[in-house]
């Protein structure tokens, strides 16, 4: 294992054990309703489970939870508890309960602590967040404005239609630029980000400067460390903690110069919600930990699902079809040339596309849905009950879910490119790629038409040909236990050729 690697799973399993540490309470006798307490798939006694943690990251908790033929089951750590379910028969009962089964208290500790916030700022992210409090909570209130802007009636249509233009000058450079090979995740993560980040923060962009770019990825690749008590962060990762002040001294900027009043209606909502509570600088640094959300999960979801479209023939034919059937045939111009114009505006008539996406989302989850318990509670499914303890972690284990063949049958562990087809049953509660209940990913509808748009506007115009030769699969970095998509562990090198027949046509799209 690079030293890299394992130095990421350390912090990311020191992360786990402090707020076990934190957290946990006083030992009580067990209630004989609490989960199976498992023993570690390494047999030593108190750090077996830590350990299995450092080997396998968040794989671990599939592993353990398939070894173990139960709902859900609990690791003890240190004189606590994770509790792991990869059960949707008890997803039902843990989206009742968000404000006991937190996963905004994740939230409001890592924007506090990856933000680097002030102490008065920090205090107001918690604020309201336990079931106890009946305070105002800024940050419910943030993500309740974030859900509106990003709905149909919001901003939804306006921020595509960004996302969509940035993404189609990007493939005009790119095919000025074709003929070296090209890396195809540098390539996607520069062009999805800018697509995001335009769609966010409008013309004053702050990620515009590609040292601002670089600056965030040096921070995300490493929020790990990052999240570490005290000083350690500047020992461990101080290249990362640069990182951060860059890109939060280029949003303080942002905010001073008014970038905000010119942004999205999710840039204005985030805004008006936390500025009861935070400073300019404290809200310059929320909004960097807030771009974990908005571009680290859609950056590996794009990539990966090029990478399904187009390393399977009869998967890229069929996209190719359903986008030639809303791509139209424009006059040539006096010189002759032809022009194609994909109609955007029907892209959500690719029903196979979509499913790709979900699918691609299934395929490849590594999250953790973490949620803290704030008191003792009950999770219930079909003739089942379980006590869980307050204090504790509870991982909704996405990979072990996914790929639960009592779940999803006999072929969960294949990539079925027309599972999600309308029609086709989905079983309930098993998805769990965009989260559900209260803690549904407000970016759904953005992500996932953002690389709707970007697969259609590659499929129509270019082959992309693997430098090896063949598709080969390139495996999943998990380092990064924090992150819900991870990113390919090699590099795919491609060669980006315009489609035999089609190379002088001249591109174009509607909406
Ligand atoms: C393909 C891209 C994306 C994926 C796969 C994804 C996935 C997720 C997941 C799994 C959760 C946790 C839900 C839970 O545990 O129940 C989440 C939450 C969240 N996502 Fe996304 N996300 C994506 C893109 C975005 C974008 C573009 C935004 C921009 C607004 C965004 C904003 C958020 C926020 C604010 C939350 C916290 C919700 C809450 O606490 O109530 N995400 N996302």
């Known amino acids: 294992m690079a030293p890299a690697l394992s130095h990421a799973s350390f912090c990311g399993a020191a992360v786990i054990i402090l707020c076990l540490f934190l957290h946990r309470r006083l030992k009580k006798p067990r209630d004989p309703r609490q989960p199976k307490q498992v023993p570690a ?25 398939q070894q173990w033929n139960l709902r859900i089951v609990s690791l003890p750590m240190f004189g606590g508890n994770v509790y792991v379910t990869k059960s949707p028969e008890l997803i039902y009962s843990v989206q009742r309960q968000p404000k006991v089964l ?35 909570c800024p940050l419910i209130d943030c993500l309740k404005g974030t859900k509106a802007a990003m709905s149909p009636q919001g901003d939804l249509n306006r921020m595509i239609e960004v996302a969509t233009r940035v993404m189609y000058e990007g493939l005009q450079n790119l095919a000025q630029e074709s003929g070296s090979p090209t890396d195809l995740e540098t390539w996607i993560q ?38 570490l008590p005290g000083i350690l962060p500047s020992i461990l990762a101080p290249r990362a903690v640069a990182g951060r002040e860059a890109v939060v001294r280029a949003m303080n900027q942002y905010y001073a110069s008014g970038g905000h009043h010119h942004a999205s209606q999710l840039t204005m909502a985030r805004y008006t919600a936390l500025k009861g509570t935070m400073n300019i600088s404290d809200i310059a640094r929320s909004e960097c930990v807030h771009g974990l959300a908005i571009i680290t999960n859609s950056v590996p979801a794009a990539f990966w699902t090029v990478w399904h479209v187009f390393s399977d023939r009869a998967v890229l034919s069929r ?21 194609r114009i994909v109609d955007m505006s029907r892209l959500k ?52 879910m996914h790929h639960n063949k009592a779940v999803w049958g006999p072929n969960a562990d294949t990539f079925v490119a027309d599972r999600f087809l309308p029609g086709n049953k989905i079983p309930a509660n098993a998805f769990r790629g965009f989260g559900g209940g209260a803690n549904m990913c407000p970016g759904k509808g953005f992500a996932t038409a953002e690389i709707a748009a970007l697969v ?56």
């Open 41 to 65: 798939t390494i047999p030593i006694p108190f750090i077996g489970h830590v350990l299995g943690l450092l080997i396998y990251r968040n794989h671990y908790y599939t592993k353990i939870s």
């Open 102 to 136: 937190s996963f905004w208290y994740f939230e409001a500790h890592f924007t506090a602590k990856l933000g680097g916030l002030s102490q008065t700022a920090a205090n107001g992210c918690f604020q309201g967040v336990t079931p106890e409090s009946t305070d105002e």
């Open 190 to 227: 520069h062009e999805v980000m800018m697509a995001t980040t335009d769609a966010v923060y409008g013309a004053g962009n702050p990620y515009r400067d590609p040292k601002i770019e670089a600056a965030f990825w040096k921070f995300a690749n490493a929020t790990m460390f990052v999240a």
């Open 319 to 339: 996209v190719r079809d359903e986008v030639e059937s809303f791509t139209a045939v424009g006059e040539p111009s006096t010189e002759g040339v032809q022009t």
């Open 349 to 400: 008539e690719a029903h196979f596309l979509f499913a790709v996406i979900q699918e691609t989302l299934r395929f490849r989850a590594r999250g953790t849905g973490p949620r803290m318990i704030l008191e003792d509670v009950t999770l219930s499914g079909d003739e089942c009950e379980y006590h869980i303890e307050k204090g504790s972690a509870l991982i909704l284990a996405h990979e072990g």
């Open 456 to 511: 259609a506007l590659l499929v129509t115009r270019f082959d992309l040909r693997p430098v090896e030769g063949k598709w080969a699969e390139p495996g999943q970095d998990e380092s990064n236990m924090a992150r819900e998509n991870t990113p390919p562990l090699r590099k795919v090198m491609v060669d980006v050729v315009p489609r035999v027949g089609l190379e002088e046509v001249v591109w174009k799209f509607s909406t």
